[in-house]
């Protein structure tokens, strides 16, 4: 004999599911801002289906499940427990400002790559039109890079202490640059090592002037 009351849990279990699924589907697709057509086009899915999940009239399967979870962060278990509205905001919040950072490493990582791709043009068309090889460009490469990174690094992240370790960076390299392009490649060639010298004071002033603003 059927045991009718098991089927009656069960689907009264897939009904609660279904609606927990979709309210949490709902409330990460507004903490994000977006609208379920929006939502529909960043995951591929059709907006129908979205309004479908989020109403509760079906649960996603596994993979669409897993595509979600993948989207707004969070875990596949997370999508099916019961969250109040300030964690679900807390959450994406989170996941929004990972994947920043994630795309802010990424425009750091690019920029360098420029500099870097430039040098390699330099050296390779010198190169193939049989002139002197610049290898002096792979010196100079070290200081630039640093320079360009440290721009990206102040527009999109303002002033943090590793701005000053850049800095430092950027002058050491920019002075050590001179000393081997002059020493190994000037004709005749020059010994101007001690410029080193001009970085000291320079160093000091790096790590002096925030404290003095701050100060002030």
């Given at each position: 004999m059927l045991d009718f009351s098991f089927f009656g849990a069960y689907n009264k279990y897939m009904d609660n599911l279904a609606n927990v699924v979709g309210k949490n589907i709902a409330s990460l697709r507004k903490a994000r801002g977006l609208t379920q057509q929006e939502l529909a086009r960043q995951v591929n899915y059709s907006d129908k289906s979205i309004s479908k999940w989020e109403l509760g009239y079906a649960v996603p399967s596994v993979d669409i499940l897993m595509d979600l979870?993948?989207?707004f962060g969070v875990t596949m278990d997370y999508l099916v427990q019961e969250h109040t509205q300030e964690s679900i905001e807390a959450v994406s919040d989170i996941a929004a400002s990972k994947k920043g950072n994630l795309n802010k490493a990424i425009v750091i990582a690019m920029a360098m790559t420029v500099v870097v791709l430039i040098s390699m043009s330099i050296f390779f068309a010198a190169?193939?039109?049989?002139?002197?090889l610049p290898w002096a460009t792979f010196i100079w490469m070290v200081p630039c890079a640093i320079f360009v990174a440290m721009t990206?690094?102040?527009?999109?992240?303002?002033k943090t202490r590793g701005n000053i370790a850049l800095a430092s960076s950027f002058v050491w390299t920019l002075l050590l640059s001179f000393c081997f392009h002059f020493?190994?490649?000037a004709e005749p060639a020059q010994n101007i090592w001690f410029i080193i010298i001009i970085g000291i004071p320079i160093q000091v002033i790096l790590i002096l002037a925030p404290k003095l603003r701050s100060k002030n």
């Amino acid at each position: 004999m059927l045991d009718f009351s098991f089927f009656g849990a069960y689907n009264k279990y897939m009904d609660n599911l279904a609606n927990v699924v979709g309210k949490n589907i709902a409330s990460l697709r507004k903490a994000r801002g977006l609208t379920q057509q929006e939502l529909a086009r960043q995951v591929n899915y059709s907006d129908k289906s979205i309004s479908k999940w989020e109403l509760g009239y079906a649960v996603p399967s596994v993979d669409i499940l897993m595509d979600l979870s993948s989207f707004f962060g969070v875990t596949m278990d997370y999508l099916v427990q019961e969250h109040t509205q300030e964690s679900i905001e807390a959450v994406s919040d989170i996941a929004a400002s990972k994947k920043g950072n994630l795309n802010k490493a990424i425009v750091i990582a690019m920029a360098m790559t420029v500099v870097v791709l430039i040098s390699m043009s330099i050296f390779f068309a010198a190169f193939f039109l049989g002139t002197a090889l610049p290898w002096a460009t792979f010196i100079w490469m070290v200081p630039c890079a640093i320079f360009v990174a440290m721009t990206v690094i102040r527009i999109l992240y303002g002033k943090t202490r590793g701005n000053i370790a850049l800095a430092s960076s950027f002058v050491w390299t920019l002075l050590l640059s001179f000393c081997f392009h002059f020493a190994f490649f000037a004709e005749p060639a020059q010994n101007i090592w001690f410029i080193i010298i001009i970085g000291i004071p320079i160093q000091v002033i790096l790590i002096l002037a925030p404290k003095l603003r701050s100060k002030n």
